[in-house]
């Protein structure tokens, strides 16, 4: 999300974003392109709540979401769209198709921090609501803010607009939606962000969004040259080992596994850390890398003759890592701080003459820690570079062995699967989405379900 509504983009585009904030070129970033082979189903529940009062458009603190580990409050809504002659803005994509316009309700992590700006870099720092928006019937909510556009045609400038329901912006079902790890999708992209993208869109008239797209501008009222403003969102990013939970089963696009529990996920990296490796190198290799669940019969039979005459080996070194006590860490207890993981990894590359490297070097301090959080919140596979982290404490020749196993099958893997790819989205990383099914009507709730409600 933008950090302010209606945000100008920076001049020179996106790709130039990393030189002058390093978490842009990073990792675990936002939009992502939501397709089927990235979603898992999450019997979790979230709870939003409206107790029926009016609320304005800048959204009271007393606006929150409850239902996640930490309450969080609202703090401003804005909106991402493309042009009159292109209405496709939407920044998240669902199974190719992108939308005209994408609307983000931005919460902070009100338990732990005093207000936005100290939240916005914090790894639990903010929650956002999404909601696509198309074009079709006429929206009377929409219409509450649209016509006061004129009052804020140039940047910086602001009008008082009367209080009006925030509910009716949203979607009927809201307990249809994805969830996900991800970040700002403006500068400094810091991936502080739990999306929660509701799947069914709202509509408004060809008209109103012509209004939103041809009303306003990202130049100063004093400016010669009037800069229009539209087309603001940015492209999807790479996946980087996320999934994307969902709350409904039903559609052809939907036949993903349901996510593994959390005390599943806490075993394997308790494993990693102090138990017995060979293990791991053996068929459990699908809990580490989802992707290698289907290994062909010939590695699953050597990997199996690997650890049948490697047994006792492994047996005596895991037992002496075991009595050493080590524990898993718990990275949910203690956010990560990404100013400071900045400041810090610069600091180290001055000292080395080599600053040009400061994109590469933050996401290789950034990625281990982020995947691991969540992976254990079940929001993630486990990627190979946290494995080498988790790894790095354990004896060289058991690593090593483990480190070949997945590597070999990794390999093996992409041989077998790349001759069926065909060209998707998102330079090819996604395979061709099943064709869209009709969505229950508001009247057909799941019974597993209970409607979101916002709590005031």
């Known amino acids: 999300p933008a950090l302010f509504a209606f945000r100008a983009r920076r001049p020179e585009g996106e790709h130039h974003w990393p030189k002058h904030f390093p978490y842009c070129g990073g990792t675990f970033q936002s939009p992502i392109h939501i397709s089927s082979d990235l979603l898992r189903f999450d019997p979790d529940q979230l709870t939003l709540g409206n107790n029926g009062h009016s609320v304005q458009i800048s959204l009271p603190p007393r606006m929150y979401i409850s239902g996640l580990p930490h309450r969080y409050s609202a703090a401003q809504l804005h909106f991402h769209w493309g042009s009159a002659g292109r209405p496709l803005g939407s920044e998240h994509t669902v199974n190719n198709k992108q939308y005209a316009g994408e609307m983000h309700v931005v919460h902070f992590n009100s338990e732990k921090y005093p207000n936005m700006s100290m939240a916005v870099d914090k790894s639990d720092g903010l929650a956002v609501l ?87 501008f990202s130049s100063h009222v004093q400016d010669s040259t009037p800069v229009p403003l539209n087309g603001n969102f940015r492209k999807p990013q790479a996946a980087d080992s996320r999934v994307v939970l969902v709350s409904f089963k039903e559609g052809k696009g939907l036949q993903a596994p349901t996510v593994s529990p959390r005390f599943m996920r806490k075993h394997v ?26 290994l062909p019969d010939a590695n699953k039979k050597e990997l199996r003759a690997q650890k049948a005459s490697k047994a006792k080996k492994h047996m005596l070194n895991s037992s002496q890592w075991k009595s050493e006590g080590r524990s898993v860490s718990m990275p949910n207890q203690n956010a990560l701080c990404y100013v400071t993981m900045e400041q810090g990894v610069m600091r180290q590359l001055k000292q080395a003459h080599a600053e040009n490297q400061l994109v590469q070097a933050l996401e290789q301090e950034v990625f281990p820690e982020l995947n691991l959080r969540s992976y254990l919140e079940c929001r993630s596979d486990l990627a190979l570079p946290t494995i080498r982290h988790l790894l790095s404490g354990r004896p060289t020749d058991e690593a090593l062995e483990l480190d070949q196993s997945l590597t070999k099958a990794l390999k093996s893997r992409r041989t077998t699967t790349g001759k069926k790819k065909t060209s998707g989205t998102n330079n090819g990383k996604h395979a061709p989405p099943p064709a869209p099914t009709k969505p229950l009507g508001p009247g057909h709730p799941h019974p597993w379900l209970l409607p979101m409600e916002w709590e005031d």
């Open 269 to 294: 990296v308790q494993q990693l850390l102090v138990g017995d490796l060979a293990d791991l190198a053996d068929e459990g290799l699908y809990q580490l890398l989802p992707s290698l669940s289907k």
């Open 130 to 216: 999404g909601a696509f928006i198309e074009i079709g019937a006429f929206s009377p909510a929409f219409e509450q803010f649209l016509k006061f556009l004129n009052g804020v045609k140039y940047r910086g400038q602001k009008v008082q607009i009367p209080g009006f329901n925030i509910r009716d912006l949203l979607p009927a079902r809201l307990d249809e939606y994805y969830r996900y790890d991800g970040s700002l999708t403006t500068p400094p992209c810091y991936p502080s962000v739990l999306w929660t993208i509701f799947r069914n869109p709202v509509t408004i008239s060809r008209s109103q969004f012509v209004s939103l797209a041809t009303a306003l």
